[in-house]
């Protein structure tokens, strides 16, 4: 594991692409998904003129500015450093509840889940933020505080 997950700022995110699913730990900013829409939400907020391009503050987001089906795999393959299998999320989750929560385990706490499949972005993400907003034309944005309802079980077996 590259990065823990230490929330809210290093995040567990699921996503699923063609039937598959990947889990990752990173920071929470690399998994806004139009980062034009952010952007132009602050130059709004501002009164600022809205731009039509922006620019990647990582560089794991360059060339995917607006991450979609289109640009997935590129964006997979510059994430691949994150990538970590479900066993390792409930390994790093016993040791820490172990350690720092008396053995009151709370489980995976899974912050995104995107499923580009079905072009849909689900948001558990408990902190200020929207997540679910800023998403590519096309795609829907969903907040559901239980995480448990949407995740499917054969995601756990990655």
């Not at 479900?86 to 008396?102: A, H, P, R």
């Not at 889940?113 to 072009?119: H, R, S």
């Amino acid at each position: 594991m590259k990065v823990e997950p230490n929330f809210p700022d290093t995040i567990v995110v699921l996503v699923k692409y063609e039937e598959k699913y990947t889990w990752y730990v990173s920071e929470k900013e690399l998994w806004i998904m139009d980062l034009l829409e952010l952007d132009n939400a602050f130059r709004r907020k501002f009164n600022e003129p809205e731009v039509t391009e922006t620019n990647a503050d990582y560089i794991e987001r360059v060339g995917c500015e607006i991450l979609s089906e289109k640009n997935v795999e590129q964006f997979q393959k510059a994430m691949k450093d994150y990538t970590v299998s479900y066993t390792e999320l409930i390994d790093y989750y016993n040791l820490y509840s172990e350690v720092y929560l008396n053995g009151v385990n709370p489980g995976v706490e899974t912050s995104f889940y995107l499923d580009f499949d079905n072009k849909v972005f689900y948001s558990f993400f408990s902190e200020p933020g929207s997540y679910e907003d800023f998403i590519p034309t096309g795609w829907r944005g969903i907040f559901e505080k239980n995480a448990n309802k949407i995740i499917p079980e054969n995601a756990k077996r990655s």
